[in-house]
């Protein structure tokens, strides 16, 4: 459980990752010895035509480039940056008053706001293919451990709300959607609500967090009537958490650069769970030391991102970057698979409507026809039927398997 909210912004290094999973190719700009500022591009980072700059988070000396593992368990180029603790920021341009569409996406690309939220139905920054709806979960979600940080959307409901009405000129759509945990104290309610009204932006739809349904897709699909791609930016709708919206107001009204990102830190094998705003290239090793460090002489697993959907990681020794939201820290437990009993609740719970028990089953007997004619291609891999499996089967791994095979 969630105790307590607290940052971690003075790292006296931080180690920035110059590509990702998507752009694998980069070039860097800087050399060892230069001095940076916070925001200064270190690199450009490449997929195909496209171009991104990496920036920095802390003003100081860059150190080295090193050879590192990232968060997605790979082992690439980091810019290692010595901090000066002067926190000067390099010159960047920003907007008063309305943006334009042009203006929107020119500073959230400047800022390396790409790839920000990477789990379930989370989309990237992606203005190429045209964008019918901006989805906005103001909802902190980690499934099952479903929380909402109301202190954040309390003190930051006008950036927030200003960074969504942002995001809509850049997509270039008026339709808007705010998705709000139906439990928000009215206190918060009222802040979003008052800053809603300022941008005339559409009253927030209200969703019940305890149920872990699947809700966002029931929401989106809602809202465009369509069967979901797995990535539903193929269905016209970009979809980030309030968190993105608040880096992207940052970064359009101040000029200021992303430097740090909100971070569930939960799990038995943490001393105690917080929700902590993190400097962007941090060691997650010396974030659990300022945790009082892991309950000793267990074994551990390490997991970053939604804990039904996120990755598994071999070791701390990586930095926090802007797309890393939750890391769950737990006791190793060995699991017993038993054998599939039939239930049923797999496909009960599945919220693309397609049958994982029966691809399970098709996989198993590698009839790739059958795993075709089932839909498979429509799973988002959200995780749900390997939770609710009684028989504690990872059937999403099964699901996986058969996209992989008719794939
Ligand atoms: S098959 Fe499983 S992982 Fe895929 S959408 Fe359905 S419940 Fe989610
Ligand atoms: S939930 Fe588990 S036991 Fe039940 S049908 Fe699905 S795979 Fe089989």
Known sequence: MITEYSHYLEPMKVYIPITDDEYKIANVVVAGGDAVKIGQILAYKFKGKHKLPVVATVSGKVIEIVDKMDRFGKIVNHVVIENDEAYTLDDIPSYKDEVSTAEARKAIERAGLHKV???????????????????????????????????????????????????????????????????????VVDELGKAI????????????????????????????????????????VLYVHANT????????????????????????????????????????????????????????????????????????????????????????DEVQEDVCIKCGECNDVCPAGILPQNIMDAELRAVGERIFDLHTDECVECGLCSYVCPSKINVLEWVRRAKRRVG
């Open 117 to 187: 939220d990477v789990d379930g139905l989370f989309t990237n920054l992606n203005f190429e293919e045209p964008i019918k709806h901006v989805v906005v979960s103001t909802v902190f979600v980690n499934e099952p451990f479903i929380s909402t940080n109301y202190e954040y959307l309390l003190d930051n409901a006008p950036e927030i709300i200003d960074g969504v009405a942002i995001l809509a000129s850049a997509a270039a759509t008026k339709d808007v959607t705010i998705v709000a945990d139906k439990f928000l104290p009215s206190e």
């Open 245 to 332: 919206c608040k880096m992207i107001s940052d970064v359009v009204r101040k000029g200021f650069p992303v430097v740090s990102r909100n971070v569930a830190f939960t799990g038995d094998g943490l001393h105690k769970n917080v929700v902590m705003d993190v400097r962007v290239g941090t060691l997650l090793s010396e974030v659990v030391e300022e945790l009082g460090g892991y309950i000793e002489q267990q074994e551990l697993n390490l997991h970053i991102g939604n804990y039904l959907t996120g990755v598994q990681v071999p070791t701390d020794d990586f930095a926090i970057t802007e797309s890393v939201d939750a890391v769950h820290i737990s006791i190793y």
């Open 197 to 236: 009204v300022d941008h005339d932006l559409e009253e927030p739809i209200f969703v019940d967090t305890k149920k872990v349904k699947g809700w966002d897709y029931k929401v989106i699909q809602d809202i465009t009537k369509e069967q979901l791609s797995p990535n539903v930016l193929d269905n016209g």
